[in-house]
């Protein structure tokens, strides 16, 4: 059985987020990394590597500690832009900006993910133990003779290279995980949501100012479905509208450039000026789709693993997906720290460690979208949001809102999910008959903090 240590080289399947990422973890720990990458090198062709995939992304505490673990978060300091909270914008153009977090560095930030991407592929080049093959599209795996399949884009014959160790960063619709389940009789569980999503652009205004309030994540949230707007460092937004499949307000429906015109002119209205080309935008860019993926087992013997969103893929609307999967890299890091232990049972350890948390990401990503295209909407929603600051001060790292849990702290994701399912209950036993924080009878938040939180929330604080 080969060990971490009796291994040289180690063969990763895409080079998006994570597996640049990993790569340079790889390459820290002494193993030469090749990797396959599908598209064609980025820094030499017109191809975006956001083509098909959102433009910008949120990045938060979980990817900021993995990033400064190996080395880059000082190079990205610079393109990141805050987003300190979310601005609300009404049915009316009104406009009320809600904190993320109650301390001033509780921030996340906008950063874009061609130029993530490309910052993580330098960064692992200039180890000098990785080589990254683009354009190079893994369709299969032989596992009886340890070799991955691949194909070029000039050449129709599949191609094969030996591999020790291969692990699939190959995103969503990944070939190395469909190879795992093959070979293991696993399973694949794909939970559609039943909303599709299309990328608008917000130019800025002369000058490259921005139109809107920069450091903010702009939501227009109208009940069954939003727009959401996050800022580029070009002082132009990536506007992003989410609606159901099918209905009477939904993709299926908005299908000649009145339909789509009608819709904007009855419920996004202040975005129009915003936005001098969105019917264009609406018929020239892709439909995205959205799907929670889970998938059992994530590896092969001491063959082959799944990581990022090829073990995971979650829906966006907790802004977590890139950040769970900087966090997996981490977290693999971290298992290859005994160097004896043999590849089946470090696999083994990973998916121990993070199974858990990613199932819990998961069900919370799916629940944040009901919060920011409804729930934001309610009096209750800002009480709650109120009350829940004012008892993390009474109680500080003890009671944390389950948003802050998730996006600025390292805490494990399950862990939060739990503490979090408590803490609404606390939040709604409280506020049932107040209409405002100075109806809350705090003595009476002390005690169920107190009987039902017990332990310190930052004692979990380990990456896990
Ligand atoms: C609309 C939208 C918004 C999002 N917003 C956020 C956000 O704000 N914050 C956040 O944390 N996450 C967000 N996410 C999630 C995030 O994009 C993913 O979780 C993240 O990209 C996962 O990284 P990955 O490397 O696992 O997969 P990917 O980034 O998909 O990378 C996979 C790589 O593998 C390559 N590849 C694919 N197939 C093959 C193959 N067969 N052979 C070789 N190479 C292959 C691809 O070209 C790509 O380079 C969002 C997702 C979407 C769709």
């Not at 601005?87 to 560095?105: A, I, Q, T």
């Not at 003779?145 to 691949?150: G, T």
């Not at 160097?339 to 993070?354: C, K, L, S």
Request: aromatic share 8%.
């Amino acid at each position: 059985m080969r060990t971490p240590r009796g291994t040289s080289e180690i063969t990763l399947g895409g080079a998006g987020l994570a597996g640049s990422l990993l790569a340079i973890f790889l390459a820290r720990r002494g193993y030469r990394v090749t990797l396959l990458e599908r598209r064609l090198d980025p820094r030499k062709t017109a191809e975006p590597v956001s083509a098909g995939r959102s433009i910008n992304l949120a990045l938060a505490n979980r990817g900021i500690a993995a990033l400064e673990e190996v080395g880059v978060m000082e190079t990205l300091r610079s393109a990141l832009i805050p987003m300190a909270g979310r601005m609300l914008h009404d049915e009316e153009g009104r406009l009320k900006l809600v904190p993320y977090g109650n301390k001033p560095h509780e921030v996340i930030y906008s950063v874009s993910r061609a130029g993530l991407n490309t910052l993580l592929v330098n960064a692992a080049e200039s180890t000098g133990g990785v080589s990254i093959r683009f354009g190079c599209t893994v369709h299969g795996v032989d596992f009886a003779n340890r070799k991955v399949r691949f194909l070029t884009g000039e050449d129709p014959e599949s191609q094969t290279t030996r591999y020790d160790v291969l692990i699939g960063t190959d995103g969503s619709a990944s070939a190395v995980r469909a190879a795992i389940l093959e070979r293991t009789g696993g399973r694949l569980d794909e939970e559609p949501l039943g909303h599709s999503y299309k990328e608008l652009t917000i130019p800025p205004a002369t000058g490259g100012k921005f139109r809107m309030e920069k450091n903010a994540l702009h939501i227009w949230p109208r009940g069954e479905y939003m727009l959401i707007a996050l800022p580029n460092a070009d002082g132009s937004f990536t506007a992003t509208l989410f609606l159901p499949n099918q209905g009477e307000e939904s993709f299926q429906a908005l299908t000649t450039r009145n339909a789509v015109r009608a819709l904007f002119e009855r419920r996004f209205a202040d975005a129009i000026p915003l936005m001098p080309r969105y019917v264009e935008d609406f018929f020239a860019n892709p439909t995205g789709h959205l799907e929670t993926i889970r998938c059992a087992p994530w590896s092969f013997e001491d063959h082959a693993l799944v990581l990022g969103d090829a073990a995971h893929a979650i829906v966006p609307f907790h802004g977590q997906g890139m950040n769970a999967a900087f966090e997996d890299c981490s977290a693999f890091d971290q298992c290859l720290e005994v160097p004896d232990r043999p590849w089946n049972e470090v696999f083994a350890e990973f998916e121990r460690r993070r199974r858990p948390n990613t199932d819990a990401i998961a069900d919370m990503a799916l629940e944040n979208y009901i919060e920011m295209r409804s729930t934001v909407r309610e009096p209750k929603f800002q009480l709650k949001k109120d009350l829940s600051f004012r008892l993390e001060e009474r109680h500080p790292g003890r009671f944390i809102p389950r948003y802050s849990m998730v996006m600025f702290h390292t805490i494990p994701y399950a862990e939060a999910e739990r503490r979090g399912a408590i803490q609404e209950e606390i939040l709604d036993e409280l506020t049932s008959k107040a209409a405002s924080l100075d109806q809350v009878d705090l003595a009476r938040a002390d005690r169920l903090i107190a009987e039902r939180l017990g332990t310190q929330a930052s004692e979990a604080e380990t990456r896990s």
